[in-house]
């Protein structure tokens, strides 16, 4: 099919010539997700927040820039305020710019995957994102989402929010890296999906406030509403050594195995070797779709302007 030089947007069901007088096609509203840990500093009521924000690039408009050549632009807004008084404390500003396309057959299936982390006093705020599609008229609204979060740090030992990932964690030697979190490269599963050809769930936290050197037993199971009070599959324990002075990693998985189709929980829970006291316990909620492939993540995230 020939296609008129101008403007293409990429919708849920391929490429479509847009015409002038057409209205433009809604934004894709990123995807958010906020995990929790206990700053390096320990010594400080200080709490790290990991902002992943997936954007898909199906929706944005493509403008025809020169012969097989099709660009697109978006700007990605973040920023944190108090929920006390309004007042930001953290902003910043991403320009995204997909692959550009040579062929209006093709399909751009890879989302943006934008990874920032914000150092934060305990308390409660407000996360704000906008994306603006950059070759829209001036008419066009914003994508536009705000979401409520609490910033605490635990008296004794604690998790810290799950990261649930697509693949295994890694270890790596990079450090300072947004990806790479405590000598682990992270590549995140968007939302806690797992869909067609997952066989295993992957997770990624972290422990503070253990006794340093004393032996902790780990226990984590996946529950699922459809497949009876005690779960599935069987429950996996490993034992650790807490470090001294620096969080603990817990990295693992989970064989999706006979798991069936739908939501499902993974919970942790950190136990003294020795007398077996629960010391602290953390779940994260994820879904299982065997049946349709689905993007599983990106490894590396949007480079920093």
């Given at each position: 099919?020939?296609?008129?030089?101008?403007?293409?947007?990429?919708?849920?069901?391929?490429?479509?010539?847009?015409?002038?007088?057409?209205?433009?096609?809604?934004?894709?509203?990123?995807?958010?997700?906020?995990?929790?840990?206990?700053?390096?500093?320990?010594?400080?009521?200080?709490?790290?927040?990991?902002?992943?924000?997936?954007?898909?690039?199906?929706?944005?408009?493509?403008?025809?820039?020169?012969?097989?050549?099709?660009?697109?632009?978006?700007?990605?807004?973040?920023?944190?305020?108090?929920?006390?008084?309004?007042?930001?404390?953290?902003?910043?500003?991403?320009?995204l710019?997909?692959?550009?396309?040579?062929?209006?057959?093709?399909?751009v299936?890879?989302?943006?995957?934008?990874?920032?982390?914000?150092?934060?006093p305990v308390?409660?705020?407000?996360?704000?994102?906008?994306?603006?599609?950059n070759?829209?008229?001036?008419?066009?609204?914003?994508?536009?989402?705000?979401?409520?979060?609490?910033?605490?740090?635990?008296?004794?030992?604690?998790?810290?929010?799950?990261?649930?990932?697509?693949?295994?964690?890694?270890?790596?030697?990079?450090?300072?890296?947004?990806?790479?979190?405590?000598?682990?490269?992270?590549?995140?599963?968007?939302?806690?999906?797992?869909?067609?050809?997952?066989?295993?769930?992957?997770?990624?936290?972290?422990?503070t406030?253990?006794?340093?050197?004393?032996?902790?037993?780990?226990r984590y199971?996946?529950?699922?509403?459809?497949?009876?009070?005690?779960?599935?599959?069987?429950?996996?324990?490993?034992?650790?050594?807490?470090?001294?002075?620096?969080?603990?990693?817990?990295?693992?998985?989970?064989?999706?195995?006979?798991?069936?189709?739908?939501?499902?929980?993974?919970?942790?829970?950190?136990?003294?070797?020795?007398?077996?006291?629960?010391?602290?316990?953390?779940?994260?909620?994820g879904?299982?779709?065997p049946?349709?492939y689905?993007?599983?993540?990106?490894?590396?995230?949007?480079?920093?302007?």
């Amino acid at each position: 099919m020939r296609v008129t030089p101008g403007l293409i947007i990429l919708g849920s069901f391929g490429l479509f010539a847009e015409q002038a007088h057409q209205p433009a096609a809604s934004l894709p509203r990123p995807l958010v997700e906020v995990a929790r840990f206990r700053a390096l500093d320990q010594r400080q009521p200080t709490g790290e927040l990991e902002l992943s924000v997936t954007v898909p690039t199906r929706g944005l408009l493509y403008r025809q820039r020169l012969r097989r050549v099709y660009q697109a632009s978006a700007t990605l807004e973040l920023s944190l305020v108090r929920a006390a008084d309004s007042q930001p404390v953290w902003r910043e500003t991403v320009a995204l710019r997909p692959p550009v396309l040579t062929d209006t057959a093709q399909a751009v299936k890879n989302p943006f995957t934008v990874l920032r982390r914000v150092l934060v006093p305990v308390g409660s705020y407000t996360l704000r994102t906008s994306l603006r599609d950059n070759v829209r008229p001036a008419t066009g609204q914003p994508a536009v989402a705000e979401q409520p979060l609490t910033v605490s740090v635990a008296a004794g030992p604690a998790f810290s929010d799950v990261l649930l990932l697509a693949q295994p964690a890694a270890r790596v030697n990079t450090a300072g890296a947004d990806n790479v979190r405590g000598g682990y490269q992270l590549a995140r599963a968007p939302a806690g999906l797992y869909a067609r050809g997952a066989n295993a769930v992957f997770f990624y936290a972290e422990l503070t406030g253990l006794p340093p050197n004393r032996p902790v037993r780990l226990r984590y199971r996946l529950l699922s509403g459809a497949a009876g009070p005690t779960g599935s599959p069987a429950a996996v324990e490993a034992t650790l050594t807490p470090p001294a002075g620096r969080p603990t990693p817990v990295v693992g998985q989970l064989l999706l195995g006979a798991l069936l189709a739908g939501p499902f929980t993974l919970v942790l829970e950190a136990r003294d070797a020795a007398t077996n006291k629960l010391l602290a316990s953390q779940h994260q909620t994820g879904s299982r779709n065997p049946t349709d492939y689905i993007q599983a993540g990106d490894a590396a995230p949007a480079a920093r302007p």
